[in-house]
């Protein structure tokens, strides 16, 4: 069974900083993708950054040049390290992994439970 735990998330001021960490647990293969989303009160769940298993990433511009998605494919960890945190960037947090599933040979995504980052002004 394939598990996601998120950790890291807290409260922290404007400017301040913040590292979320992502545990996958389960045969997740070889070749996939995990990635980190955001969901505010009252808006659509949104992608935070990705890192496929190969270390390709992609970010939301949001987000470009305070944040960085890392991944150690031994330990099947994720991490977001979050810099020059503001106001906006509170939301829940949630880790994805995106696998391939060779029984019905498509994908198939994971969601962890989400962890809360609030960022005072």
């Known amino acids: 069974q394939v598990q996601l735990v998120e950790s890291g998330g807290g409260l922290v001021q404007a400017g301040g900083s913040l590292r979320l960490s992502c545990q996958a647990s389960g045969s997740i293969g070889s070749g996939n993708a995990m990635g980190w989303y955001r969901q505010a009160p009252g808006k659509q769940r949104e992608l935070v950054a990705t890192i496929t298993s190969g270390g390709s990433t992609n970010y939301a511009d949001s987000v470009k040049g305070r944040f960085t998605i890392s991944r150690d494919n031994a330990k099947k960890t994720v991490d977001l390290q979050m810099n020059s945190l503001k106001p906006e960037d509170t939301a829940a947090y949630y880790c994805?992994?995106?696998?391939?599933?060779?029984?019905?040979?498509?994908?198939?995504?994971?969601w962890g439970q989400g962890t809360q980052v609030t960022v005072s002004s």
């Open positions: 994805k992994l995106t696998i391939w599933v060779t029984l019905t040979r498509g994908w198939r995504d994971y």
